[in-house]
């Protein structure tokens, strides 16, 4: 990388599902002095560059290899949303590398050179739910994760807490995200995605039965937001230095499984057809029957924009990209 280089941003996970969003959104304020660092692969992740205006590109690893070379002067903010965001990836050793070592690097880096520090935490760090859904501080310590993803972030989270660093940077609490440039992510792409495409194929959708008596099936419930409002949350952080700490990024409401397959047939013109399996054992024990974002924080740091509507999220992603395109 060129050490004159004039950047303004840097985004990691880049060509990721947020990520490549953020770009875009970044590219219509006229932004395009932007590195973005990520790893292709041989998947289609590529795709989400198509389109995009961006400086240069940079493998993660190599990334923090060149982090000397910066030209920290006049970057306005790093945006680090790049991580494994596999809930069922079995490498504690890969996750504890990849979100926690390399987020602490990064950010120690952007502090020593005075430069704003976005990074992405997750809803995964709350755990079953039942010691709520607070981003203020003093309830972060108490938090219990279900799987190793969330403990790599919540990890983090407790780094910059203790260290003082989250009185200095932003981190966000993502819920269940949808929308455009997740076809990538396989099985770890929203359920609005794979219902289309189960519609597409077999008429139908299939969700879990509940295995708790209190929720009947399909009725469990998550909060699910659109990646345009991700997207609006993360750059009003950025733009805003001042304003520091964890916030939830959600609707603040949460919606039932059923309500999201409902929706995702009446955008496609038909009629429901839902189908109820069987959970996989190996994961009821944890599996969210519930998830929702407590705005309160976010909205006392004075955001006052809307979240989009469950139903006009779907139908916006289904008519105008999915359907639209016949893939992602």
Known sequence: MNGNTELRYIVTGGAGFIGSNLVRALNERGETN?????????????????????????????????????????????????????TTEADADYLMRNNYAYTRQLCEACLRAGTRFVYASSAATYGDGSRGYSD????????????????????????????????????????????PGEAHK????????????????????????????????????????????????????????????????????????????????????????????????SIRPNYQYYTEADLTKLREAGYRQAFTALEDGIRSYVRDHLESAGAE
Not at 145 to 165: I, Q, T, V
């Open 34 to 86: 932007i590195l973005i660092v990520d790893r292709l692969g041989s998947g289609l992740k590529w795709r989400n560059l198509n389109g995009l205006e961006f400086e240069d590109f940079i493998d993660k690893d190599a990334f923090l290899e060149t982090l000397p070379d910066i030209p920290w002067m006049g970057l306005e903010a790093v945006y680090h949303l790049g991580a494994c965001s596999s």
């Open 136 to 179: 203020r501080h003093e309830s972060t310590p108490a938090y219990r994760p279900l799987n190793m993803y969330g403990y790599s972030k919540h990890r983090f989270d407790l780094w910059a807490l203790r260290h003082e660093a989250l009185d200095r940077v932003a981190g966000i609490k993502y819920f269940n995200v949808y929308g």
């Open 186 to 281: 396989g099985d770890m792409r929203s359920m609005i995605h794979k219902a289309w495409g189960q519609v597409r194929e077999r008429g139908e959708v299939r969700l879990f039965r509940s295995h708790r008596s209190e929720y009947a099936d399909g009725e469990q419930v998550r909060d699910f937001v659109h990646v345009g409002d991700a997207v609006d949350l993360t750059l009003w952080l950025g733009d805003h230095p001042e304003i520091n700490g964890l916030y939830n990024c959600g609707t603040g409401r949460a919606r039932s499984w059923n309500d999201l397959a409902r929706a995702v047939f009446e955008s496609m013109g038909r009629k429901p057809h839902i189908r109820y399996i069987d959970m996989p054992e």
